[in-house]
């Protein structure tokens, strides 16, 4: 059964995103309307794009950009729902970038070459629309070192300025961290500064920030982005103080700040506020109450939204295969000799997927059969059916995933259960000529 007819007037990927541009995993970050002077500086995010394997990733990261972006004063988010990925094939530039990511091999550090100056104005353009073009954007890629590490690396573009570029090692679990410590690199250098936390012993718990939680302390992964300034930093485990460090933070460096283990009972009073004594260890004195960490739990909702995210980044990948094979198949249609005498040699058709439909065989030498031109035309048909699907229901699943994780922070609860926690799941997106589907296997 044909769907659409190719060689007439064929939906553009941007026709097909139309319902992704109104459910883009921004809108659960969205910031109130900004005037239009303000918008014009405002900060666009592209999405990060990643090996097929790891969209799930780019879109955790690219959330976690916004998301600091939004809460950064100097920056602001246009929030303007847009896709590295779908930005580069309606530039119709960069597109080797896609066909990498779709690709066997994971993504390598030097793979965003392909995308030149020419291709980021395009972007600019892309990412403004349906207003003026963008002041400044980010994009970037999630990619392997060679010791098969995985790395963020993010670039700043700003109309009339050299690019900026920073790269940082990616963990799931702290994209948040990553997403600070990146557009600190890019847009903030002289106001903030990062800090190293070294502790003198075994430290397990919650990591505390000026009354703020940053989520579980990770001895592997202590580096935090902190505004210039004295700050106290403490690790609460069972509602009590279990380490303590101050420090001083300087902008544009980086500082170590140890983390020292409190007694089990903890000083007399409650736990104690710090005096800062310089960029290493403190003096401490009974305060009072401490103060209740919001945002520890984040329940259901958390891991739904992830697995939300993970389904979308994966209906994204293969609508992007989808979209890439229907551009071979036209590309064939028009230039490939064989066709392009089929097309000359039919009397009274001006489209050959009519004539190849009724049967109609080419006059011309060399041309394609009847048959041959009927099966690419149905290509085409399935193919472009198949992305508008993998397109509209990315959507669904990125918008639901991201509306999860926006308010699980808000959602009173337990935990997940272990098996949450322990449970492990994969997409397989595929696609050819005669359509496409993806394969979700769930372990648990």
């Known amino acids: 059964m044909h769907l659409i007819r190719p060689a007439r007037r064929p939906p553009t990927v941007g026709l097909a995103l139309a319902a992704l541009v109104a459910l883009a995993p921004g809108r659960a970050f969205a910031a109130p309307a900004a005037p239009a002077s303000d918008r014009a500086r405002a900060l666009h995010v592209l999405s990060l794009v990643a090996h097929r394997s790891e969209g799930t990733e780019a879109i955790r990261l690219t959330k976690a950009l916004e998301l600091a972006a939004l809460e950064a004063p100097a920056l602001g988010l246009a929030n303007s729902n847009k896709s590295l990925l779908i930005g580069l094939l309606e530039a119709r530039c960069g597109q080797a970038l896609l066909k990498l990511a779709v690709g066997r091999e994971p993504l390598r550090e030097d793979d965003d070459r392909v995308v030149d100056a020419a291709c980021l104005v395009k972007l600019a353009a892309y990412a403004g629309d349906p207003f003026p073009p963008a002041e400044r954007f980010v994009w970037g890629i999630l990619y392997h070192d060679r010791e098969g590490a995985l790395w963020a690396k993010l670039h700043a573009w700003e109309r009339g300025q050299p690019d900026r570029v920073a790269a940082v090692r990616y963990r799931p679990e702290r994209a948040a961290r990553v997403a600070e410590r990146l557009l600190a690199k890019l847009f903030l250098p002289t106001s903030v500064g990062e800090v190293r936390l070294v502790a003198s012993g075994p430290v397990e718990g ?73 960029p290493r260890g403190g003096e401490v004195r009974p305060a009072g109450p401490a103060r209740p960490v919001e945002g520890a739990r984040g329940g259901w909702r958390r891991t ?3 697995v939300g995210l993970g389904v979308g980044a994966a209906l994204i990948g293969a609508g992007a295969v989808a979209s890439l094979r229907v551009n071979d198949l036209r590309d064939d249609l028009s230039s490939e000799r064989a066709f392009v005498a089929y097309r000359r040699g039919v009397v009274g058709r001006d489209d050959p997927c009519d004539a190849a439909e009724a049967e109609m065989e080419s006059l011309q030498a060399g041309a394609a059969t009847a048959g041959r031109v009927r ?28 509306y999860l994780l926006a308010t699980s922070s808000r959602a009173p609860g337990p935990a997940p259960p272990s098996a949450w926690r322990d449970a492990a799941w994969s997409l397989h997106p595929w696609a050819d000529a005669s359509g496409g589907g993806v394969r979700l296997d769930l372990t648990f």
């Open 304 to 306: 739904a939204g992830f």
């Open 375 to 402: 099966r690419v035309c149905s290509g085409v048909s399935t193919l472009q059916a198949v992305q508008l699907v993998f397109y509209g229901a990315s959507a669904l699943a990125v918008g639901a995933g991201a």
């Open 206 to 278: 919650e990591l505390v920030v000026g009354g703020s939680s940053r989520g579980p302390f990770d001895a592997s992964e202590p580096e935090l982005v902190l505004p210039a300034g004295e700050t106290v930093v403490e690790v609460r485990a069972g509602g009590r103080v279990v380490a303590r460090g101050s420090g001083q933070v300087v902008a544009g460096q980086v500082r170590d700040i140890e983390l020292v283990p409190v007694g089990e009972a903890g000083p007399p009073g409650g736990p104690s506020e710090v005096r800062p004594a310089g």
